[in-house]
C-alpha cells in the first residue's frame, strides 16, 4: 500500500474515533462566525491573526488537506468562495454534512496533495494550509502546485512541524531519534509509527519549510510560533509548530 493510502485509512479511523482535528463545527459556531464572531486554526493551539486574512467575501479560498468541516465552514460563513482537498474520505464527508446542514455550497474534491493539484494555473485567491505537510515526504513540489494555483498576489497560510516531535521519545523526556525521521528510509522509524498507531509521517527542515516556499515563489509576510497544547513539550513552552503567510510573488 502506497504510504499516503496508509495515512488516508489511519485518518479516518481517527476520525472514527473521535480525532480532535476531526471533529467538525458545530451550529452555533457556524452561527457566530455569521456574526463575525469567528477563530480558526493552523496550529495547535493560537488563532490566526484575523488582519492575515484581509476581507473573505467573494474571495476563492482552497482548503488544503484542511477537511474535517473545521474552517471551510467558517470561511463560508464570511462570504468566501470555498473548495476543499483532502484525501481523507472521512474528513471530506465532515465537510459535506456541515454544508448541507447548514445550507451552503462547497466544492470537495478528494485527491493526493503529493501529485499535481487538479485545479487551474491562478484558480485561487488564498490557500488555507493547516498543519498536514508532515504527512508527506516531499513538501517542495506542494509549495510549486501552491504558487501555480495561487493567482499572482495571491495568499499562503501555512502550519508546519518544526522537527522537535520527532526526535524525542512518547514521554518528551529523552531525545531518541536522528534526523531526518523518514519511515520509508528507516525502518526503526517505521516501526515505531505502527507502535502508535501514527500513519506515516516526516520531518522536514526550515529549508524545505520556510526556503522551499522561498524557491518556488514566495514571499513571508509573518509567521508565529506554537507548541504542542498538551504534553511536556507544551508544559516547557518549547514550540513545535510554526504558522506562515506568504504571497505570490511576481
Known amino acids: 500500500m502506497d504510504y499516503q493510502d496508509i495515512n488516508a485509512a489511519t485518518i479516518d479511523r481517527w476520525v472514527e474515533e473521535g480525532w480532535e482535528w476531526g471533529r467538525p463545527i458545530d451550529h452555533e459556531s457556524y452561527v457566530r462566525a455569521l456574526r463575525g464572531d469567528w477563530d480558526v486554526l493552523l496550529t495547535p493551539t493560537k488563532p490566526v491573526p ?29 462570504g468566501a468562495v470555498c473548495t476543499v482537498f483532502d484525501y481523507s474520505e ?16 462547497i466544492e470537495i474534491v478528494r485527491g493526493d496533495m503529493t501529485k499535481p493539484l487538479p485545479f487551474a494555473d491562478g484558480s485561487f485567491d488564498l490557500i488555507f494550509h493547516p498543519v498536514a505537510n508532515c504527512y508527506v515526504k516531499d513538501v517542495k513540489s506542494i509549495w510549486r502546485e501552491c504558487r501555480r494555483v495561487l493567482k499572482p498576489g495571491g495568499l499562503l497560510l501555512s ?12 514521554d518528551e523526556r529523552e531525545i531518541v531519534n536522528s534526523l531526518p525521521f523518514d519511515p520509508l528510509k528507516n525502518e526503526a522509524q517505521r ?14 527542515s526550515l529549508e524545505e519549510q520556510i526556503g522551499g516556499q522561498l524557491e518556488a515563489g514566495f ?13 511536556r513539550l507544551h508544559e516547557m513552552h518549547i514550540p513545535t509548530f510554526l504558522a506562515m503567510r506568504s504571497v505570490r510573488a511576481d
Request: hydrophobic share 40%; proline share 2%.
Open 50 to 78: 484575523h488582519a492575515w486574512f484581509g476581507p473573505l467575501k467573494g474571495k476563492k479560498i482552497l482548503g488544503l488537506a484542511s477537511g474535517g468541516g473545521q474552517q471551510m465552514p467558517i470561511f463560508s460563513a464570511l
Open 191 to 204: 516501526r515505531q509509527l505502527e507502535a502508535a498507531d501514527a500513519g506515516m509521517q516526516f520531518s522536514h
Open 219 to 231: 514571499r513571508l509576510l509573518g509567521l508565529y510560533e506554537d507548541t504542542n497544547g498538551t504534553g
Open 159 to 170: 502550519g508546519v512541524d518544526l522537527n522537535i516531535n520527532y526526535i524525542v521519545d512518547e
Open 90 to 105: 472521512r474528513q471530506l464527508a465532515s465537510e459535506r454534512m456541515v454544508a448541507e446542514r447548514e445550507g451552503y455550497r
